[in-house]
């Protein structure tokens, strides 16, 4: 699972339109009579973009219109991510940004949530930092949002709310979605596994699994609103109903959100490769609409890592995985994820991840410098590896990956492919959309085709990219 924090810098006061000059002039009384707008600022996982969505349900409740652009939002949301230090520091300059803008606009809220708000002491060092934050809410509390907010609207009193553990798994708030055709459909929450690099168990609690009849509910509520793409989500989805809550295992519960009537799509994320099974494969190929794409992020190609990682599995058994869904799915696409300068990591052990990119074929994958995360076991490991080594390191893993990027997209070049078509690129002036298997296809068109399948054919391939040509215009 990708956790891509946010590059882009914030600028707080960039040119501001009259309509907002005027809103900053007159009192939080006044304006609570017009429309009041948010903007939400997301780091991390798809987790974390669903999330949001939530979040931008609880503002919509409380009659919060639209998102606008950060310099005329009426509260900004920040909901952070905790994953590597890099996720951290970009939020921490994002936030900072912010004091002009508050000084400015003094009925501006701004509210911190997600993963940073749960680590142990982190809410305390923000507010310190930060002492112009409104609210900081953590991740197991999202329900409490709004009456939060409404509280901080009646008292200028700051407010911090972060519980250790989520009770229940459903949250009743309706997402505002902003990903159409896709649709982000949560079936676990939280971890078990801790990896001993990863915070994420820390921050996000046990592993919960929904009941598979709210999941199904939802799905075909979605189907109903003409979603095209559900991506059901967890840390582990393979691990679903561990804790009896499911009802179901992890490969029916797959099939029955495949079963639905008309056409769409399924995917999952994140798989482990300890849980992944014979009958999550045979879903995988009887059912047509679920991608014939497995993300399986094998984190280092060397045993020794793999068991300082507490991963649970050896390259062997992950090579045996693929080798056995391949068996069922020729060719099927596997996507991963590669952490290197895990402490104590040697050469030669880098080497072993270096030959598991080819010898897994990966399509792609996503691919990290190990953060130390404070609390986790890996940090008080001894046999920290230099930065210059990891930068190296990390700069032959990439050279790698794209090698293979580069040689698995060009099998579509003259081929035909089906794409969802997600969007249209300003500045390519090109539609897009994916394949089953990840790609992103290109192409022109004159009519919005956003939300319906578009069958191309690839004239070219650029790293994940493909161009191509809509079929029926050939
Ligand atoms: N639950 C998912 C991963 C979620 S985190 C899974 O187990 O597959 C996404 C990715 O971030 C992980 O797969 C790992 O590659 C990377 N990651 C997690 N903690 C990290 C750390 N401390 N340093 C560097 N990369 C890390
Ligand atoms: Fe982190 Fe491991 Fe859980 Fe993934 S499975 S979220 S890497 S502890
Ligand atoms: Fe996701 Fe980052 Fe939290 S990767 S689960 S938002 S720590």
């Keep these: 699972m990708k956790a891509n924090e946010t590059t882009k810098k914030i600028k707080a006061n960039k040119l501001i339109s009259s309509n907002e000059r005027f809103r900053r002039k007159i009192s939080f009384e006044i304006l609570k ?35 606008v652009p950060l310099e005329e939002a009426d509260i900004i949301v ?24 508050k000084r400015e606009k003094k009925y501006l809220l701004i509210a911190v949530g997600g ?31 709004s009456s939060l907010i409404e509280q901080r609207r009646r008292v200028k009193k700051f407010l911090l709310s972060v519980h250790d553990e989520r009770g229940e798994t459903e949250d009743g708030i309706s997402p505002v979605r902003t990903s159409y055709p ?37 799905v075909e509520g979605l189907l109903e609103e003409g979603y095209k793409e559900i991506t059901l989500l967890g840390q582990n989805v393979n691990s679903f109903n561990s804790d009896g809550r499911g009802e179901m295992s992890f490969p029916e519960l797959l099939s029955a959100c495949a079963s639905f009537g008309g056409k769409y799509r399924v995917r999952f994320m994140t798989s482990h490769p300890k849980d992944f099974t014979r009958e999550l494969a045979s879903v995988m190929a009887k ?61 030669e052990e880098f080497q072993d991840t270096l030959s598991l990119v080819e010898e897994a074929d990966f399509s792609s ?64 002036k090109l539609y897009l959309g994916r394949n089953e298997e990840g790609r992103m296809g290109y192409f022109a068109s004159d009519k919005n ?21 809509e079929e029926n215009r050939l």
């Excluded at 909901?79 to 300059?93: D, K, V």
């Excluded at 060092?125 to 197991?140: C, R």
């Excluded at 940090?379 to 700069?395: L, N, Q, S, V």
């Design 33 to 67: 009579g017009l429309f009041m707008n948010y903007h939400i600022v997301t780091y991390g996982c798809q987790m974390n973009l669903h999330e949001s969505e939530k979040i931008a349900g609880v503002l919509k409740g409380l009659g919060y219109e639209k998102e």
């Design 78 to 101: 920040f909901n952070t991510c905790c994953i590597r230090e890099n996720a951290e520091n970009h939020a921490f300059g994002n936030i900072g940004a912010l004091k002009k803008l």
């Design 115 to 145: 993963c940073m708000t749960q680590e142990a002491g982190k809410a305390e060092i923000l507010k310190k930092k930060f002492p112009f934050i409104d609210i900081i809410f953590g991740t197991h509390n999202l329900g409490e949002l």
């Design 182 to 218: 896709n649709a982000w459909v949560n079936i676990t929450y939280g971890c078990n596994n801790f990896c001993t690099y990863c915070i994420v168990p820390y921050v996000r609690g046990r592993e919960r699994s929904r009941s598979a009849k709210d999941i199904l509910r939802e």
């Design 287 to 347: 059912r047509e609409n679920v991608c014939n794409l497995l993300h399986l992020p094998a984190q280092s190609g060397n045993n020794r890592i793999l068991s300082l990682m507490n991963r649970r599995y050896t390259r062997e058994k992950y090579l045996e995985e693929i080798a056995m869904l391949r068996e069922m799915i020729p060719g099927c696409d596997v996507t991963s994820d590669l952490i290197v300068g895990f402490p104590t990591e040697t050469e």
């Design 365 to 428: 994958a996503f691919t990290f410098i190990y953060s130390p995360r404070t609390g986790t076991k890996a940090a008080a490991m001894e046999g920290k590896i230099d930065e210059e080594t990891a930068k190296d390191r990390i700069m032959r893993l990439v050279e790698k990956v794209n090698e293979n990027t580069r040689k698995k997209s060009a099998r579509f070049v003259g081929k035909r492919t089906e794409i969802l078509c997600e969007d249209f690129d300003e500045k390519k």
């Design 449 to 469: 085709l956003i939300g319906e399948f578009v069958t191309l054919r690839i004239g070219q391939a650029n790293g994940v990219s493909l161009y191509g040509t």
